[in-house]
C-alpha cells in the first residue's frame, strides 16, 4: 500500500451474544467472566459508523481475545493486539496478554453492538477478502457507502446456506447515511448495479467501484443522518472519529 503509517479508527463492537460454536469453546474461560468484550473492527471512514448494518471476519483467519485491562478485553489479530499494545492501550506498554484463541468461522452468527449505528445490535458474517496483515482482521460492514461490504452482503442474502448462516442475521438493508449528487443516498449499491458487479470475487470492478464510490462520497457527500447531518463529508469524519473517542466507543490505530 502506500507509504507512511496509515491512520485508522479503531471501532469497539461489544459482545452481547456468542454464536454457538463460540460459547463452546470460550464460554468456560475463566478469564474472561463478567468482562466487556468487544470485537474490534479498523476504518478509513469512521462518519460511515452510522449504517453499520453487519460485521465480518475471515472464517479461516485467527483471532486472539486480549487483555487490554481489568474490565475489558479486544478480539482481533495478533499482529494488531501488540501494534495497540506498542500505542499504548493496555495496562503495560508493549506486553500482550492473549486470553484464548478462536477461529473467525467459529465467530459465524455472534451478535454484536456496533457504536452509533440505527441497528443495536447486528451479527458477525463471513467475507472472503478479509487479508491478515491490513488492520485487525475484523472489517465493520457499511454497505450504503462500500462496494465490498454491499456485494458481500448480496453473496449471504443469495447463498445463505452455502455460507452457513441463518438468512436473518443478513436481512439488515443498508441505511441512507451520505448523499451524493451522483449516485444517490446509496451509492454503493448503486454503482455495483450500473458495474454489474455479481459477487465478491469481481475484485477487479469492486476495486473501480471503490475508488468511485469513495471520491464522490469524501469529495460531494452531505450528511443524511446523526449528530452531522447535514454537514460535508469532509467536515464530519474527523469530528465523527472525535466523538467515538470521547464516548469510549473508539480509538485512535495506526499500522
Ligand atoms: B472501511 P485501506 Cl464505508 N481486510 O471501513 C480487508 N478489508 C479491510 C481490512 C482487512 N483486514 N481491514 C479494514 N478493511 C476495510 C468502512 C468503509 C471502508 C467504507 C468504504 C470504504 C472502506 C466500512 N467498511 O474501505 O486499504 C475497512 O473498510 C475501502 C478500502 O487501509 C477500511 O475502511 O484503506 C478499509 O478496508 C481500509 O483499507
Known amino acids: 500500500e502506500g507509504v507512511g503509517p496509515q491512520e485508522y479508527t479503531g471501532i469497539k463492537l461489544q459482545v452481547i451474544e456468542w454464536s454457538e460454536e463460540a460459547q463452546n469453546t470460550l464460554g468456560s474461560v475463566k478469564e474472561l467472566e463478567n468482562k466487556n468484550i468487544y470485537l474490534i473492527a479498523a476504518t478509513m471512514r469512521p462518519e460511515t459508523m452510522y449504517g453499520q448494518t453487519n460485521c465480518y471476519v475471515g472464517t479461516g483467519l485467527n483471532y486472539g481475545l486480549y487483555k487490554i485491562n481489568e474490565t475489558d478485553v479486544f478480539l482481533c489479530t495478533y499482529r494488531s493486539a501488540r501494534n495497540m499494545a506498542f500505542q499504548g492501550y493496555t495496562s503495560e506498554r508493549g506486553v500482550v496478554h492473549q486470553i484464548a484463541e478462536v477461529k473467525g468461522a467459529a465467530l459465524i452468527g455472534t451478535k454484536v453492538r456496533p457504536p452509533l449505528?440505527?441497528?443495536?445490535?447486528?451479527?458477525?458474517?463471513?467475507?472472503?477478502?478479509?487479508?491478515?496483515?491490513?488492520?485487525?482482521?475484523?472489517?465493520?460492514?457499511?454497505?450504503?457507502?462500500?462496494?465490498?461490504?454491499?456485494?458481500?452482503?448480496?453473496?449471504?442474502?443469495k447463498k445463505s446456506a452455502y455460507y452457513k448462516i441463518d438468512p436473518s442475521w443478513a436481512a439488515f438493508d443498508p441505511i441512507p447515511i451520505i448523499d451524493t449528487p451522483t449516485y444517490g443516498n446509496l451509492a454503493a449499491p448503486t454503482v455495483c448495479q450500473q458495474k454489474k458487479i455479481n459477487s465478491q470475487k469481481d475484485r477487479v470492478q469492486l476495486t473501480e467501484a471503490k475508488e468511485i464510490v469513495y471520491k464522490e462520497g469524501f469529495y460531494n457527500g452531505v450528511m443524511l443522518i446523526g449528530d452531522f447531518k447535514g454537514k460535508p463529508v469532509q467536515e464530519a469524519k474527523p469530528l465523527v472519529r472525535d466523538l467515538l473517542i470521547s464516548n469510549g466507543q473508539g480509538f485512535l490505530y495506526s499500522e
Do not use: F, R
Not at 440505527?118 to 477478502?129: C, I
Not at 460492514?141 to 442474502?157: G, N, R, W
Open 117 to 157: 449505528s440505527k441497528y443495536d445490535q447486528v451479527y458477525v458474517l463471513p467475507m472472503e477478502n478479509v487479508i491478515t496483515t491490513k488492520g485487525t482482521g475484523v472489517v465493520t460492514s457499511v454497505p450504503s457507502d462500500s462496494p465490498d461490504d454491499y456485494i458481500t452482503l448480496q453473496d449471504l442474502k
